[in-house]
């Protein structure tokens, strides 16, 4: 066999292999970052005054309101994360408060993760790691193991069906453009 | 209008994906790669401390585990910074995090899994390395990444091939579905799968890959009968395939008829490659009464016809009375003392021993198997000592060798040897000549001793197009001299090559040489014994048997077969061999029952039975 027709060969079988791994990677995450953002959520609630006196710390507007705003998201959206239940909405949404917390309460560390010797790196970053997650939760949805996938069978016309039309246009436009 | 668009956004994420998959695995990939490329380097420096780490885990050779620790993690790291082979690396990363999560993480992984923790899961850096692992492994690398430019590529390659040559696809023609058609077919398969422009079809007699290795285990009852066959569309999965004869082969118009069906349909394959891999066929030389009352084991029907007469002549031979009759029952005759012979009359040895239990008017003795050889003696292919052992472990099982003995013919009465003694035998298995495939005959390219003499790449000179392998042609054996001895390890292995071989004459490159050194060859004595030479080395008694089950079932094709048989091998530790004839006449209808109209007055041709002996 030709060496170009190993690799492809090769390349097919680790295809196949990793679409199996399908369902696992939006399970694990939602699971692991839902649990967290239940937990961070759940100790602002129960602490709620130092919450207020930290966030004002930190430079953030109206601190109670935001406060109350940010820990029942986290409270809520993380367990509907888990159960996988509008999940892109809640991903979004807390994506947001990541966003805010990078840029404030963890502003040093993340411009020193990026740094030649700063001994940590950018998986060190707790909030940008959740930023991370996020994102491929927001771009790609709860997976095949969630409520939103149950609720999409039961509704073919909305929900899951159109990110396949979507993803099949592009796929196609890309074929289309790729072919001189 | 931005508003519009962040509503829709809202409304929808979904609508979003394709521009966040691109700028999610381009993070991804790196966090991940950055990370990787940090512990290599910091593996790297501290080889002796990680290797004693290893160690401190209880893994095997810590010092080779280290080095492939930071070699991967080097490697993994700018592959997939670079997004070169990303989901590649990312299945051997992420098994690389199981692993750590499992040795030097554990302690942190399970403070952190337990409820009110001080640390979160996500500050164990193997999980998290894990999880984005598994993103990159099921999404790839993204718009970004050398994948996608090597993709685009080939693609555009593709696009143009096709343009340049808007002709028919290439077709290629397999004519038999033995060792070495079918595994050229699937090597085909693996390399044109993606290929439209290439078209293979298999022309097979029967629809199915006879596992020639294991007949005599069916001949005696060992597997089932078609637990050593595998179907020829399941094991292809896109390569057309044809249930028909092979009737003619023309090379100058580039066709093949073949018939096929009960209606004697006929049809016509044009091909741009064809491969001759028809095998071989029983030769008789001619000798009176073996084609018509021998038989033969090269077939499933031939493995399972022999199994009938088994059972039928023990059956029968248990009511009849007259010694002669019973003697000419009971005796079975195999002519040939290579593998097929010996393995055969071990296998139907035992199994005639072990169900004449059930026969109370048969005894021990009455059963007579003999072995006859032209040689002096049995298994030449072996070591001499090796055929001496399993001529002595079969005479030990009461099977009759007869060296330098030639059977002359197949009469009434029984088979007649060279000497003109003739053993009274109803029932005598040939295996002792073959002939190439009688269609190559009417081919007009060069034969070597009626093989298609091919070159080491098993093209056929002289005939562009056109490729032989296996049984049929006479393969140059470029590692011992002479021409390669027709056996299932070289069909295989030249198919393998063969296909390479088309593969590159279609795009122009250059052409392989078959070579292969013969691993061993084994045979199996019965009763968990038998001898094998394996590499060089020689096996007898239990180890070459377990050997031959080992070697044999791992190349059974088919995950499926594998299963079937090594319950089928299982089973029999505990039961006793089957001895249900299979019967192949249809259910008795009233005009085909043929009955004796009044008994009683035809009593005088109704012998008496056999009293029954315990």
């Known amino acids: 066999m030709h060496v170009r027709d190993r690799i492809r060969l090769l390349a097919r079988q680790v295809r196949a292999l990793s679409r199996r791994l399908e369902p696992v990677a939006p399970l694990m995450t939602r699971l692991v970052l839902g649990w967290a953002f239940v937990r961070t959520g759940q100790g602002k609630l129960v602490q709620f005054d130092r919450t207020v006196d930290f966030f004002a710390a930190v430079g953030i507007w109206v601190p109670n309101v935001s406060a109350a705003f940010i820990a029942t998201l986290e409270f809520v959206g993380g367990a509907m994360l888990c159960l996988g239940l509008g999940t892109r909405v809640c991903a979004m949404l807390l994506s947001c408060t990541m966003v805010v917390a990078a840029l404030t309460a963890d502003r040093a560390r993340l411009f020193g993760a990026f740094a030649a010797d700063g001994g940590y790196g950018p998986i060190e970053v707790v909030p940008l790691l959740f930023l991370l997650f996020l994102l491929w939760l927001v771009a790609d949805g709860g997976g095949l193991v969630s409520l939103d996938r149950l609720l999409a069978r039961a509704r073919p016309s909305i929900g899951e069906s159109e990110v396949e039309v979507v993803h099949r246009r592009t796929a196609a436009a890309r074929e289309a453009r790729s072919v001189p | ?614």
């Open chain 2, 1 to 614: 209008m931005t508003a519009l668009a962040a509503w829709r956004w809202v409304r929808r994420p979904e609508l979003l994906a394709p521009a966040l998959h691109g700028v999610a695995a381009l993070a991804t990939r790196i966090v991940v790669g950055w990370t990787m490329l940090r512990l290599g380097l910091a593996h790297a420096g501290a080889l002796a401390a990680t290797a004693q780490e290893i160690a401190s885990h209880g893994v095997p050779l810590p010092a080779a585990a280290a080095v492939m620790l930071v070699a991967l993690e080097l490697a993994g790291g700018a592959g997939i910074l670079l997004g070169l082979g990303t989901r590649l690396w990312a299945l051997l990363l992420g098994a690389m995090m199981i692993a750590a999560l499992a040795t030097t993480a554990r302690m942190r992984f399970v403070e952190a899994a337990v409820p009110g923790g001080e640390i979160g899961l996500l500050e164990v850096v193997p999980l998290v390395l894990l999880m984005l692992l598994a993103w990159l492994a099921i999404r790839g690398a993204g718009r970004w990444s050398l994948d996608r430019a090597v993709e685009r590529y080939l693609a555009v390659r593709r696009s143009l091939a096709q343009a340049a040559d808007p002709t028919a696809p290439t077709r290629i023609v397999i004519l038999g579905g033995g060792f070495g058609g079918m595994y050229a077919a699937m090597e085909l398969e693996r390399i044109f799968a993606d290929d439209p422009h290439v078209r293979i079809t298999v022309v097979n007699q029967d629809n199915f890959l006879l596992f020639t290795p294991m007949l005599h285990e069916v001949a005696a009852s060992d597997l089932d009968l078609t637990h050593i066959v595998s179907a020829a569309r399941k094991l292809l999965s896109h390569a057309e395939f044809v249930n028909g004869e092979v009737r003619a082969v023309d090379l100058e118009r580039r066709e093949v008829v073949v018939a096929h069906g009960e209606e004697g349909g006929r049809h016509r394959l044009q091909y741009d490659h064809l491969v001759l891999g028809l095998g071989s066929v029983t030769n008789f030389y001619g000798l009176p009464g073996l084609e018509s009352g021998a038989f033969t084991m090269r077939t499933l029907g031939d493995a399972i016809a022999l199994r009938n007469r088994l059972i039928a002549s023990m059956e029968e031979a248990n009511v009849v009375a007259d010694p002669d009759r019973r003697a000419r029952l009971l005796t079975f005759v195999v002519a040939g003392g290579g593998f097929a012979g010996v393995e055969t009359i071990a296998a139907i040895n035992d199994f005639a021993r072990e169900t004449r239990r059930y026969y109370p008017g048969l005894r021990e003795g009455d059963i007579r198997m003999v072995l006859v050889h032209s040689g002096d003696r049995i298994l030449p292919e072996l070591s001499p000592r090796l055929g001496v052992y399993a001529q002595d472990k079969l005479a030990a099982r009461g099977v009759e060798i007869r060296l330098e003995t030639r059977v002359k013919g197949l009469g009434e009465v029984g088979v007649q040897f060279g000497d003109g003694e003739v053993l009274p035998s109803r029932t005598l298995v040939w295996t002792a000549g073959t002939s190439p495939h009688p269609l190559l005959a009417t081919l007009t390219c060069p034969k070597q001793k009626g093989r298609i003499a091919v070159d080491a790449t098993m093209a056929v000179p002289g005939c562009p197009g056109v490729w032989s392998l296996g049984d049929c042609a006479a393969v140059p054996d470029l590692v011992r001299g002479g021409t390669c001895p027709p056996t299932a390890q070289h069909a295989t292995r030249q198919g393998t090559v063969l296909a390479g071989n088309i593969a590159a004459a279609i795009r122009g490159e250059r052409l392989r040489e078959f070579r292969f050194r013969m691993l061993g060859q084994l045979a199996a004595l019965g009763r968990r014994s038998g001898v094998a030479q394996i590499l060089g080395l020689r096996f007898s008694g239990f180890v070459a048997w377990w050997l031959w089950r080992a070697i044999y079932l791992l190349k059974l094709p088919g995950f499926e077969r594998k299963v079937r048989v090594a319950l089928d091998w299982s089973l029999d530790l505990l039961f006793t061999k089957d001895l249900v004839m299979c019967p192949s006449d249809r259910a008795p209808a009233a005009r085909r029952t043929a009955c004796d109209a009044v008994p009683a007055a035809s009593a005088a041709d109704v012998e008496p039975a056999a009293p029954a002996r315990r």
